[in-house]
C-alpha cells in the first residue's frame, strides 16, 4: 500500500484550508500528501460567516460583505456598524472549487475515500474528524438555513440581522438570523442554542416558513438552497497523539459561546504552516484559556437561564461594536474583556461560577 509524508483526514473545512495554505507556501513540493474524504462529491453545503478580524486566503469567495448589522429583542432593536471589521460571507462551493483546482495540479497530493487505501504507519496525520460520543449535558447550536428569492425588491442588503429575538424560545434560546445578499436574495436562518435532545424543537421547516410569512410579512418568494446542521459547543473527545495533530471542530477551533470557527480554522493553518517544518515539536495552537473559561460561565448561564439570554446578548451588544466583535473573534485585549464583563448580570454570573 502507497505510503505518504503527510495525511489530512477529512477534506473539509479545516483539511482543505490546510492543504491550500500548504500548497501555496509550497511546503508540499517534495512532499507526499494524501486526503481522506469520502463524500463521493464537492457542492454548496455551508455558508461560513464570521467578522473579518484577520486576513485569510478566501476573499474571492465571498459572497457578500455587510458594514452594518442589527440585533433585536421584542420590542427593542440595536443598530450597529462593523466598517472596521466587516462581517463576510463565504459560498462554500466556490471555497472547495478553488481549493480543488488548486490542489489538482500538484501530483504530490492525492485523494482517497479512506484511510484504508493506504499505508499510514509512517505518516504524520491532521485529523479534522471529530469523535462526539451523545452526552444529553452538552449544548449545540443547531439551525437550519433556506436561501430565498423573491419576485419584487424587498430586503435591504446594507445591512443584516445577527440575531432576532422576537420569536418562539420554547424554554430554550432561539433567535432567526438573516442575511440579505441583495434586495431579492437572502438567507434566512432558524437558530437554536440547546440540548439537541429535544426533537420538538427540529420543525425548522414551519418555523421558517412562520418567520418570513408571518413576521417578515413576505409572501410572494421562492426557496433556491437550503443548510442544517448542528455546532457542538463543547470540544470532542480527540486527544493530541504522537504524530498527529487534531484540526477543525476536532482540534478545538469552535469558539464555544458563539460557535464562530471559520477564521480559528484560518489561524491554525497558518500556525501549521509557519511550523512545517518542526510540526513533530512545535506547541499546541489552542483558543487562549482566557475565552475557554469566560466561555464555559457563559454557556453555565446559557444553560442555567435560557430566559435570560436574549436580553444578556442584547446588552453585551451595548458595549462599542469593535470591542464586542473583538471580543467574540480571540482579539480583545483586557480592557475590552472588562468592558464585556461590566455588561453582564453580575450575580447571575457570578453565580454560574459556583455551580
Ligand atoms: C451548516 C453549517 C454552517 C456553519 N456556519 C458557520 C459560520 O457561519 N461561521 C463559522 O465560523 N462556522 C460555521 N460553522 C462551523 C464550522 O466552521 C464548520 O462546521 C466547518 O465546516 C468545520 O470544519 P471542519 O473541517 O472541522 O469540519 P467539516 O468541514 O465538516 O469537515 C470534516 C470532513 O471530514 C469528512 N469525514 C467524515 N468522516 C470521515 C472519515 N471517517 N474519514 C475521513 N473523512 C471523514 C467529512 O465528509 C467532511 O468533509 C458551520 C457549521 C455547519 C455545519
Redesign the pocket.
Known sequence: MKEFDYII???????LSLAYELETHEKLKDKTLAI????PKYKR??????WKVTSHNFDDCVKKSWENFSINVPGKTNYLKCKDYPYQSIDSGLFYEKINNKLKKNNNISFFK??SEINKKNSFIFN???IIKKNHLNLWQHFCGVEIKTKDNFFDEGIFNLMDFDCEQRESVHFFYTLPYSKNKALVETTWLSKINDASQKDYDIQIKDYIEKHLKLKNYEITYK?????PLFHPLNEKEKNKIN????GG??RLST?????N?QEHSKFIRKNFENISNCKKFEISKKYQFLDDIFLRVLNNHPEKMSDIFFEMFKASPKTVIKFLSNKSNFFEDFKIILKMPKQTFIKALFY
Open positions: 483526514i477529512g477534506g473539509g473545512c479545516a483539511g481522506i474524504e469520502p463524500r453545503d455551508k455558508t461560513w460567516s464570521f479512506d484511510i479534522s474528524v471529530p443548510e442544517e446542521g448542528a455546532i484540526i477543525g471542530t476536532a477551533m469552535t460557535g464562530y470557527t471559520f477564521l480554522i
